[in-house]
């Protein structure tokens, strides 16, 4: 089972261990379990990325769990086996191709041999992101639809958790990682509230305002001032004045592409940047990709090469100076 890049928050051989690292962690509650003993290995890696937290979960025995009340939304990935959710009257299976988004106080009974990825998102985060996106306030929870289809609107959010889960897995505190995770982490938050189905999905129906040209000009400024760090689009729906959609409709309109493909190719340009580089500080493709915020060295290669007409392991290779 990937580790997420830490050592296991628990791990339980006894029901009685499986019990007090639930109540610990999760202030949830045990309540089935088999009738007789099992040999089993439970555990669980926990990372925080920034405002959301990643589990990656794995029990060998069929157990039930009950967790309370919660502020914020958990989106349940199936890695292996199959579980059902319960919240209220109803009850949700997590399947192979079925996620489950839920809040509050539920019943979880896992399978045997039962693995999962479960994401946690703040009500906070989902709320500012949901502001920036729209242009619009709002005090209300959000509540989603349980059931996310991962052939369908879930594809992209099962991919997004899965690239966290593996840029955790793979980069740890290499240079270059914060910013891949914290811009994964938005991603996510922004995929969830635009492919999941919830109270306020009907705002995302409606055509956005168009934003005047000079939003579009200060927007363009705000990412080259700030392509070495994690953009997230509240943060460029603050410095424009406008809501993201309406950023996006109108910068698409203007310069043919959205504001955060014009940041790919600000990151590519710095990328040959620090590829070209007389100092030879740069060691590697994949150290320039994740300085430059790409979380996958094969598509930073792919991205490279559309831009610039060569691979960027072509700059690399310099000829040595005679000495």
């Known amino acids: 089972m990937s580790d997420l890049g830490t050592s296991p928050a628990f791990q339980a051989r006894t029901f009685d261990e499986i019990e007090n690292a639930a109540n610990h962690w999760l202030r949830a509650e045990l309540v089935s379990k088999p009738a007789k003993d099992h040999d089993f290995v439970a555990q669980g890696h926990r990372s925080q990325v920034s405002a959301t937290t990643l589990w990656h979960c794995s029990y060998q025995v069929p157990i039930s769990l009950r967790l309370p009340d919660s502020d914020g939304i958990r989106l349940q990935i199936p890695v292996h086996g199959a579980g059902i959710t319960h919240q209220g009257n109803r009850a949700t299976p997590v399947t192979a191709n079925k996620a489950c988004l839920s809040s509050g106080n539920v019943r979880i009974d896992f399978g045997p041999d039962y693995r999962q990825l479960v994401w946690l998102a703040p009500q906070a985060s989902l709320k500012g992101k949901l502001r920036a996106l729209t242009g619009r306030d709002g005090t209300d929870t959000l509540s989603f639809a349980p059931e996310l289809d991962l052939a369908t609107n879930g594809a992209g959010i099962a991919h997004l958790v899965n690239c966290l889960a593996k840029t955790l897995e793979d980069t740890g505190s290499r240079p270059g990682a914060a910013l891949m995770l914290a811009e994964l982490e938005q991603a996510l938050l922004t995929a969830l509230l635009v492919s999941a189905r919830h109270s306020h999905s009907h705002q995302f129906e409606e055509q956005p305002l168009k934003a005047a040209s000079w939003q579009v000009v200060r927007a363009e400024n705000y990412l080259e001032a700030n392509w070495n760090k994690p953009v997230n689009i509240e943060d460029l729906a603050a410095a424009t004045g406008t ?81």
Do not use: W
């Not at 580089?277 to 320039?288: C, F, K, L």
């Open 243 to 323: 809501s993201v959609r309406s950023l996006f409709r109108t910068f698409r309109q203007s310069r043919g592409c959205t504001p955060m493909e014009f940041l790919r190719e600000i990151r590519l340009r710095h990328a040959k940047e620090m590829l070209t580089a007389e100092d030879g500080a740069t060691s590697s493709v994949t150290e320039v990709a994740m300085a430059c915020g790409f979380t996958d060295p094969s598509n930073f290669s792919r991205a490279f090469s559309a831009s610039f007409g060569m691979a960027p392991s072509t700059l690399l290779r310099r000829p040595s100076p005679m000495g």
